[in-house]
């Protein structure tokens, strides 16, 4: 483009809202334009070159002697053609080529109890096999059409990003085989990122070598939910060109997926799923009997049984990795996700924070979604501002804007803050009073005097939400402050910390957290859960003896959420949460000695906040 040209075209976009500027028809750009920082759109995002490739990744994970290929397409300017470099935008997913019908796990079986025998969960092998052989004739199989971001193609495109899809390993048109956040899965995602940086090669379908001789190398990785795991997973091996990610309602480790301190818990709405049941979903690579005992292996050793943390899922663990990542952090999350819920985003932030990661947080109040269907002029300005920044290298002043956006509870109103969780928080204890059956007090002093016990009986068929809805049950304690005075705010994680016996050698634990309102509604604000059995390690499984009275954690899932003034904050403890732990049959019986429980809060002012509020 001649200077005066591009000056007119700067000029007129200039004039226009940020985040709102159409794409300029006609205007043969020959390189991106910025304005308050932002990418502006200047390329026609039809005006397109397409190309598909298999990319060489140094794992051989369906074991056929060859290095697995990751089938790869990419949509550029044609002004790349011409000359042009531009940084990626690089979407990584399982499920562009759909998925198959995959039974789930049966839930409702007993616990697991050290040295007795019994029928827990009978899947072996020869069944895992039968089953996958049923599920053959369902299977979607690889995407025949080109894929695309019906929400994001246009969009980044038209800024001056490159965007390159690729399916994971066992997907679609890649070889290799799912294992559901294995090190295959990222070996197979990072080889994206070392092809487009020269480190890796690509052939394409005829076989002739393909060079990214069009990219600057600069890279920016993101996604929802599994399509948002992988930047995390790619991230944490530190490979270089990876520059920044925006990972979305995203797994951080996949332990805390599936399990909760050694229980096994379900994602919300996905009762009965795990890794093995994951990975035969993704199965869509034409092959359909290489993988079979990749994923057998996956079933087994994922360890319904006893719930224990092991050197499987500490392969999927990326918190661990934190220290490795190089690339810029932009963490988004539902407040609301129950899904991939919240504690994944949470460890995940505060591991980078630790490690001096650049980082910043989106919370908002719905669910598995993402924000771009909330907000999305904000949302749009806030990502293209991140990418332009750290994969264009414009200094727009990002790194230096609050760490933290959230969506209050009207989700009209947004507040930005210097860091989450919010400053100013600290650790603030309640303690539960006598009357749990019916409704005790929860109060800031402690029970004095002897052991105080307090007893409930597990009904896994009862839903929680009527249990906290419950004049009285056999089957929940439930202990509530005053009414508050003032409006209160937790930002972060509460915990429980209990003194607790049983009548059997095994139970779910379950801790909720509730906001009654004035006409006595009531919404659960968070929730956890753990196996006592794992009260000292969610690695090591230790038998619990009936009658023993023990101290057993629950870490309840982080949250940022304000009790509006009038409204009582509430604990109530039950065993088995109908939605997400196993269900064994009703019965089983729990006691708690109040004189030695303490609920902690995360209090934004304190024990202060608390005290002016509830006390």
């Known amino acids: 483009m001649k200077a005066a040209r591009r000056a007119a075209v700067v000029a007129a976009l200039a004039t226009l809202p940020l985040g709102l500027v159409p794409a300029v028809a006609g205007a043969a750009v020959e390189g991106p334009v910025f304005v308050g920082g932002e990418a502006q759109p200047v390329f026609d995002p039809k005006d397109v070159v397409r190309e598909s490739v298999w990319v060489r990744a140094p794992v051989d994970s369906d074991r056929d002697g060859r290095d697995d290929e990751v089938y790869t397409e990419v949509v550029r300017q044609k002004a790349t053609d011409r000359g042009l470099k531009v940084p990626v935008v690089f979407f990584n997913s399982p499920y562009f080529s759909g998925g198959n019908d995959v039974a789930n796990h049966d839930v409702d079986v007993e616990l697991y109890v050290p040295n007795r025998k019994g029928g827990y969960d009978k899947r072996d092998g020869s069944l895992l096999k039968a089953q996958a052989d049923e599920r053959i004739a369902a299977a979607v199989g690889p995407n025949p059409g080109p894929i695309t971001s019906g929400r994001y193609e246009a969009y980044f495109v038209a800024r001056g990003f490159a965007m390159v899809y690729a399916e994971s390993l066992g997907t679609g048109k890649s070889t290799g085989c799912p294992t559901s956040g294995g090190h295959n899965e990222t070996i197979g995602s990072r080889s994206v990122v070392d092809w487009l940086n020269g480190r890796t090669t690509a052939r394409d379908a005829a076989g002739a070598d393909v060079k990214a001789t069009w990219t600057t190398g600069k890279v920016g990785m993101m996604g929802v939910s599994y399509n948002g795991t992988l930047p995390n997973a790619v991230a944490a091996t530190g490979v270089e060109g990876l520059e920044a990610i925006v990972p979305i309602a995203a797994i951080s480790s996949w332990y805390d997926y599936y399990r909760a301190d050694g229980a096994v818990v379900a994602p ?15 199965y869509t690579r034409e092959d359909r009997e290489v993988c079979k005992p990749v994923i057998a292996d996956v079933a087994a050793r994922q360890d319904r049984v006893t719930g224990d943390y092991s050197p499987f899922w500490d392969e999927r663990n990326y918190v661990k990795d934190a220290h490795k990542v190089r690339a810029a952090v932009l963490a988004v999350h539902g407040l609301s996700d129950w899904n991939v819920k919240v504690k994944q985003v949470s460890q995940w932030y505060e591991a980078l924070k630790r490690n001096g990661v650049e980082h910043k947080i989106w919370l908002h109040q719905s669910g598995h979604t993402d924000p771009d269907t909330l907000r999305s002029v904000e949302w749009r300005r806030t990502v293209n501002r991140w990418f332009s920044h750290y994969l264009h290298g414009i200094d727009n002043g990002v790194e230096r804007e609050p760490k933290s956006t959230i969506q209050r509870e009207d989700k009209v109103t947004w507040t930005d803050e210097a860091e989450w969780p919010a400053p100013g928080t600290a650790k603030a204890r309640v303690h539960p009073w006598a009357g749990g059956p019916t409704k005790g007090a929860l109060r800031l002093q402690q029970v004095p005097g002897r052991p105080v016990v307090e007893s409930l009986r597990d009904d896994a068929s009862v839903l929680p939400e009527d249990l906290v809805d419950a004049p009285a049950s056999v089957n929940r304690l439930s202990y509530a402050t005053r009414p508050a005075s003032e409006p209160l705010r937790f930002s972060g994680t509460a915990r429980v910390d209990l003194a607790i016996s049983f009548d059997r050698p095994a139970a779910n634990v379950t801790a909720l957290l509730v906001d009654r309102a004035p006409d006595g509604t009531s919404h659960i604000i968070t929730r956890g859960w753990t196996d006592p059995q794992n009260r000292t390690s969610p690695s090591r499984t230790k038998a619990i003896t009936p009658g023993e009275r023990y101290k057993v954690e629950v870490e309840l899932e982080p949250n940022d959420y304000v009790v509006p003034a009038g ?16 269900r064994p049959a009703p019965g089983a019986g729990l006691s708690i000695d109040l004189t030695s429980t303490t609920v902690e809060l995360p209090v934004v002012g304190g024990t202060q906040a608390l005290r002016r509020s509830v006390g």
């Open 268 to 282: 919300g709405t996905f009762q009965g799923e795990d890794l093995d049941v994951l990975a035969e979903y993704v």
């Open 567 to 582: 409204h009582s904050v509430e604990f109530v403890l039950i065993s088995s949460d109908h939605d997400y732990t196993l």
